[in-house]
T-cell receptor
Framework: AQTVTQSQPEMSVQEAETVTLSCTYD???????LFWYKQPPSRQMILVIR??????QNATENRFSVNFQKAAKSFSLKISDSQLGDAAMYFC???????????????FGKGTLLTVNP | DAGVIQSPRHEVTEMGQEVTLRCKPISGHNSLFWYRQTMMRGLELLIY????????DSGMPEDRFSAKMPNASFSTLKIQPSEPRDSAVYFC?????????FGQGTRLTVV
């Protein structure tokens, strides 16, 4: 079974600065998807960014980018020019490519609570 | 599209009562997931459906929990009888490919 670990329960960053959230995972599969979801106080789960394991290029979405290290099974999220609205719980998630059984589910880490200081 | 719609947003019920949570997935999505979120256990998958058929219900905690998907546009999660330890936020999510889209969740409090 796949596991996802977020070792930082809480992080803080100054507005306009850069912060990196860590995520590691364990899998025996060679192809899979990785995601970062944001959960603000409204509790809505919002997809921030995704990465396909077969792609070597790191995904980027505006101020959000990832550092995907497949061999190390590491998938960190970098937030540049942090804004007050970035304050939220961030979840790293894993999903198998192969449909069937329990593999198709999203497996989540425990989350990292990000505080943005003005 | 309105996104995944869950109702109610909040539910407070007494122990022993039946609770039904509802979900309308995004039109055209063929996979539907029910997750439960608690402080202690984080986000856990309870059950998921593909083309209205339950594929994996290994996360359903016990027989008090049941889920149905009678058609492509509606699903329910029922707890009968409810217990205080069922208090949590319950999310429904739908997908037709790589990404899953979540509803706003139902916060259930069992007193």
């Amino acid at each position: 079974a796949q596991t996802v670990t977020q070792s930082q329960p809480e992080m803080s960053v100054q507005e306009a600065e850069t912060v990196t959230l860590s995520c590691t995972y364990d899998t025996s599969e060679s192809d899979y998807y990785l995601f970062w979801y944001k959960q603000p106080p409204s509790r809505q789960m919002i997809l921030v960014i995704r990465q396909e394991a077969y792609k070597q290029q790191n995904a980027t979405e505006n101020r959000f980018s990832v550092n995907f290290q497949k061999a190390a099974k590491s998938f960190s999220l970098k937030i540049s020019d942090s804004q007050l609205g970035d304050a939220a719980m961030y979840f790293c998630a894993y999903r198998s490519v192969t449909f069937g059984g329990s593999n198709y589910k999203l497996t989540f880490g425990k989350g990292t609570l990000l505080t943005v200081n003005p | 599209d309105a996104g995944v719609i869950q109702s109610p947003r909040h539910e407070v019920t007494e122990m022993g009562q039946e609770v039904t949570l509802r979900c309308k997935p995004i039109s055209g999505h063929n996979s539907l997931f029910w997750y439960r979120q608690t402080m202690m256990r984080g986000l856990e998958l309870l059950i998921y459906f593909n083309n209205n058929v339950p594929i994996d219900d290994s996360g359903m905690p016990e027989d008090r929990f049941s889920a149905k998907m009678p058609n492509a546009s509606f699903s329910t999660l029922k707890i009968q009888p409810s217990e205080p330890r069922d208090s949590a936020v319950y999310f429904c999510a739908s997908s037709r490919g790589t990404e899953a889209f979540f509803g706003q969740g139902t916060r259930l409090t069992v007193v």
